[in-house]
Every structure is written in structure tokens, then in C-alpha cells.
T-cell receptor, first 118, second 117 residues
Framework: AQKITQTQPGMFVQEKEAVTLDCTYD???????LFWYKQPSSGEMIFLIY??????QNATEGRYSLNFQKARKSANLVISASQLGDSAMYFC???????????????FGQGTILTVHP | DTAVSQTPKYLVTQMGNDKSIKCEQN?????MYWYKQDSKKFLKIMFS???????INETVPNRFSPKSPDKAHLNLHINSLELGDSAVYFC????????????????FGPGTRLTVL
């Protein structure tokens, strides 16, 4: 079974500052993928960034980077130069190999609400 | 162009009614999903389909019946609606590459907010 834990129900950051959203995971799979999604108040789910368990480099996508520490089973999202539009709920999620009874299944954390102050 | 679309966006109905939510994706993906987001914003998978075949049924009551007429569509029919069914239902799709160790992102539809009175 897979489990994702996001321990920060809410985070506040000043505009233009960087912020780290925490995510830890638990799985017995050797191969897995880690994802971050953003859910603004309008409700849609927006994919931000992905990290494969065998990727040696931390993933980056524009202002988003994923601080992947495999031994500690953590996959924290770093948002640099925060903008007002970054205010949203952020979900960490993971999945295992395609195939079998967990085909494609994403397991989500509880989410972290990020508020960016001007 | 909308990648994953759902209709309706809002659905308000009485307990005991039967309702359907439709989902379509134009991404050419082979796998589609239904997720439920409860009032605490927790997201949980309900079903997944690969090439019209049911793969995951995550202990969902049998009042919920997904149907996939083709790999671009995955509809969700709910019988005898209960108050606890009130939630936001998301459809999603992805292209799977079994055994490859490649994990493509899932693209989500806009969600359907179901309110059962």
C-alpha cells in the first residue's frame, strides 16, 4: 500500500519569497512516480511537476522544483519567487508501476493550503 | 481546446434519485479514471479503465457504475443517491506504458460538484 503525508495544513509566504511544501511518502514499490498538483479556488487540478524514483536529478519546471530525498522518502515542492496567483491548495501524489490491480492509481496526500501575501 | 471535459459542472438532486456524469478526453489516452474529492478536499480514486476495460474498482458501493463506451469516454452513473455522495467528482486520463517505469501525469477534468439534498 502507498501512503502520502503532507503535515502542513496551511502555509503563508510573502510575495517574491520562496516556500517549501513538505511531502513524505511510504511504499514498498521499488519503482514509483511522485507528482505535485495545484488546485486553485476555481477547483481544477493542475499538474505541476513529476519525479521518478530512479531519476538522479531533482525535477524542475520553471519556478517549481522538487527536492527529492529518496532515503528519507520525502519529495518536497519548492516554489521560488512566489506570486499572488500561487495561492491555492497543493497536493502531493504518488503511483506505482502500470499494470496489476493498482494500474495508474494516484494516491494523494491531504493537501496544503498556500497563501501568498502581497 | 479542452483536453478532459465533464458534464455537468454542477448537479443538485434529491436523495434516492439516479444521475449520470459524463467525461470525454481528446488526448488519445488509453486510461481514464474517476476520483472523488470529499468535503475535506481529500482525493481518492474510485475507478480506472484501460482501453474500455475496468482495472481498478476501489471498494466503491455498487450504486456507482462506470461505463466506458470507447477509450475516449468514461461515464459515471449513480443509483439511489445518498447524502454522503455529495462531493466533487473528477475524471482524469493518462497514457500508460506498462512495465516501462514511465509515469505520465494524469490530466484532470474540471470536476462535477454533486450536491444531494
Amino acid at each position: 500500500a502507498q501512503k502520502i503525508t503532507q503535515t502542513q495544513p496551511g502555509m503563508f509566504v510573502q510575495e517574491k519569497e520562496a516556500v517549501t511544501l513538505d511531502c513524505t511518502y511510504d511504499t514498498s514499490d521499488q519503482s514509483y512516480g511522485l507528482f505535485w498538483y495545484k488546485q486553485p479556488s476555481s477547483g481544477e487540478m493542475i499538474f505541476l511537476i513529476y519525479q521518478g524514483s530512479y531519476d538522479e536529478q531533482n525535477a524542475t519546471e520553471g519556478r517549481y522544483s522538487l527536492n527529492f530525498q529518496k532515503a528519507r522518502k520525502s519529495a518536497n515542492l519548492v516554489i521560488s519567487a512566489s506570486q499572488l496567483g500561487d495561492s491555492a491548495m497543493y497536493f502531493c501524489a504518488m503511483r506505482g508501476l502500470a499494470g496489476g490491480t493498482s494500474y495508474g492509481k494516484l494516491t494523494f496526500g491531504q493537501g496544503t493550503i498556500l497563501t501568498v501575501h502581497p | 481546446d479542452t483536453a478532459v471535459s465533464q458534464t455537468p459542472k454542477y448537479l443538485v438532486t434529491q436523495m434516492g434519485n439516479d444521475k449520470s456524469i459524463k467525461c470525454e478526453q481528446n488526448l488519445g489516452h488509453d486510461t481514464m479514471y474517476w476520483y472523488k474529492q470529499d468535503s475535506k478536499k481529500f482525493l481518492k480514486i474510485m475507478f480506472s479503465y484501460n482501453n474500455k476495460e475496468l482495472i481498478i474498482n476501489e471498494t466503491v458501493p455498487n450504486r456507482f457504475s462506470p461505463k466506458s463506451p470507447d477509450k475516449a469516454h468514461l461515464n459515471l452513473h449513480i443509483n439511489s443517491l445518498e447524502l454522503g455522495d455529495s462531493a466533487v467528482y473528477f475524471c482524469a486520463s493518462s497514457q500508460e506504458v506498462p512495465g516501462s517505469g514511465i509515469y505520465n501525469e494524469q490530466f484532470f477534468g474540471p470536476g462535477t460538484r454533486l450536491t444531494v439534498l
